[in-house]
Antibody, heavy 121, light 106 residues
C-alpha cells in the first residue's frame, strides 16, 4: 500500500537549517508529482512547494521562496525539503503529499503523518 | 495570486443534519477545486476533486458542486465521524488552501 513517511524534524535555533525527508513506498514514486504542506500549531494548512515527477520543475510559495528548496531522488524514492534561515514562524507540522494526477485524481491523494519542526532559541 | 475565501470558519450542527461549506475564489478556476477533511493530529484526507468528483471510498453523503468562483461542500445526514475540520484547495499551478471550517457538534 502507498506509504509516505516524513523524518528530519526537531528543535532548531532561529537562523539554522534543517532538511526534511519523505520516504515513499508502495507506488512508482518516479512518475508522481510531490508536494510539501505545513500546518502551524492550531492553524490551517499552507501549501509550500511542488516538484514535478522528474524534478524538472519546482515551485515554492512566496513565504518560503529563497529559504526553502524542494528536491527529490527518484533512485531512493525520497522527497526532500531543505529549510534554511529558519524563523520562529516556520514552527509547524510538515507533511509531504502525493499529487494524484497520474492516477486521474486531481488532488493530494496520499499524505504522510507529518514531522514537527520547532524553531526556538 | 488567486485569493480563496472559505466560510463559515465554524459550524455547529447535530447528527443527522445537512450542512454546507462555501469556498469562493477571486477569479475563475474552472473546476480545479478539491475538498479535504482533517481530524486533530492527523493528515488531511481527500474527499472531493474537480469540484464534484468523489474520491474512492468516500461516503456518498459528501458532495461537491460549483464552478468558476463559487463552490460548495455539502454533507448530508451528518454522522459522528464527520465532525472535523474541512478545507477547500485550489488545484492549479498553485495549490492554495482555504482557511478551514471547523464542524462542531451542537
Amino acid at each position: 500500500q502507498v506509504q509516505l513517511v516524513e523524518s528530519g524534524g526537531g528543535v532548531v535555533q532561529p537562523g539554522r537549517s534543517l532538511r526534511l525527508s519523505c520516504a515513499a513506498s508502495g507506488f512508482t514514486f518516479s512518475i508522481f508529482t510531490m508536494h510539501w504542506v505545513r500546518q502551524a500549531p492550531g492553524k490551517g494548512l499552507e501549501w509550500l512547494a511542488v516538484i514535478w515527477f522528474d524534478g524538472s520543475n519546482k515551485y515554492h510559495v512566496d513565504s518560503v521562496k529563497g529559504r526553502f528548496t524542494i528536491s527529490r531522488d527518484n533512485s531512493k524514492n525520497t522527497l526532500y525539503l531543505q529549510m534554511n534561515s529558519l524563523r520562529a514562524e516556520d514552527t509547524a507540522l510538515y507533511f509531504c503529499a502525493r499529487d494524484g494526477h497520474n492516477s486521474a485524481v486531481d488532488g493530494f491523494d496520499y499524505w504522510g503523518q507529518g514531522t514537527l519542526v520547532t524553531v526556538s532559541s | 495570486d488567486i485569493q480563496m475565501t472559505q466560510s463559515p470558519s465554524t459550524l455547529s450542527a447535530s447528527v443527522g443534519d445537512t450542512v454546507t461549506i462555501t469556498c469562493r475564489t477571486s477569479q475563475s478556476i474552472s473546476n480545479w477545486l478539491a475538498w479535504y477533511q482533517q481530524k486533530p493530529g492527523k493528515a488531511p484526507k481527500l474527499l472531493i476533486y474537480k469540484a464534484s468528483t468523489l474520491e474512492s471510498g468516500v461516503p456518498s453523503r459528501f458532495s461537491g458542486s460549483g464552478s468558476g468562483t463559487e463552490f460548495t461542500l455539502t454533507i448530508s445526514s451528518l454522522q459522528p465521524d464527520d465532525f472535523a475540520t474541512y478545507y477547500c484547495q485550489l488545484y492549479d499551478s498553485f495549490y492554495t488552501f482555504g482557511q478551514g471550517t471547523k464542524l462542531e457538534i451542537k
